[in-house]
């Protein structure tokens, strides 16, 4: 079992849709979680970096944790054809016994495509 | 322009042999890592390098070698030992220790034929 899954799609939505990307991860020591997205062929960018259980909003996009459930979420409100790309989620074990601390263990990605 | 420069953005090489890809960065950063991803398998870490003259092995990195000499670059060696080298690969930095936020190039794509 990999230490962080996340379904890979493609999701499909229509404009102005409301999508929900979601990741579960096995190791409890995570305590950081992030939401990247990569579109085609460049380098994935930080969306969303979350701390604590609960949610965290930026304009259209909410980032939702749960620790007890070891699931975390990403909402986009008002889906634009631009959201198009794959998000990558990321989570980080601090302090962990192989060395090499806060280096975000990344899941596969899922990719989302938003047609006009 | 500040940020990360990856090159060659393609690069097509004959099995057995070596390539070396170039990450240059003038963000004034510390810490550099190399990833690389396949068609769904996300980002899988090589080799990452928290200070100048170190360096450390990352989850896949075998058939791979690195070095950092200046803290701006960190060049990526793609050996003949590596079985399956045509990737994509991202290389990253971070400014910060204590954060997972880390800033990418926009990559190199390595065909082996």
């Known amino acids: 079992q990999k230490e962080v899954e996340q379904d890979p799609g493609p999701l499909s939505v229509p404009e102005g849709a409301i999508v929900s990307l979601n990741c579960t991860y096995s190791?409890?020591?995570?305590?950081?979680f992030m939401w990247y997205r990569q579109y085609s062929r460049k380098g994935p960018e930080l969306l969303m970096y979350?701390?604590?259980?609960g949610n965290k909003e930026d304009g259209r996009f909410t980032a939702q944790v749960d620790k007890s459930s070891k699931y975390i979420s990403l909402f986009i409100r008002d889906s634009q054809p631009s959201d198009s790309a794959t998000y990558l989620c990321?989570?980080?074990?601090?302090?962990?016994?192989?060395?090499?601390?806060?280096?975000?263990?990344f899941g596969r990605g899922t990719s989302l495509i938003v047609h006009p | 322009d500040g940020g990360i420069t990856q090159s060659p953005k393609y690069l097509f090489r004959k099995e057995g042999q070596n390539v070396t890809l170039s990450c240059e960065q003038n963000?004034?950063?510390?810490?550099m890592y190399w990833y690389r991803q396949d068609p769904g398998q996300g980002l899988r870490l090589i080799y990452y390098s928290q200070i100048v003259n170190d360096f450390q092995k990352g989850d896949i990195a075998e058939g791979y070698s690195v070095s950092r000499e200046k803290k701006e670059s960190f060049p990526l060696t793609v050996t003949s030992a590596q079985k399956n080298p045509t990737a994509f690969y991202l290389c990253a930095t971070k400014g910060r220790m204590n954060t997972g936020e880390l800033f990418f190039g926009e990559g190199s794509r390595l065909t082996v034929l």
């Open positions: 990321a989570m980080i074990h601090p302090f962990p016994a192989s060395g090499g601390s806060y280096i975000p263990t």
């Open positions: 963000l004034n950063h510390d810490a």
């Open positions: 979350t701390y604590s259980s």
């Open positions: 190791n409890s020591a995570f305590q950081y």
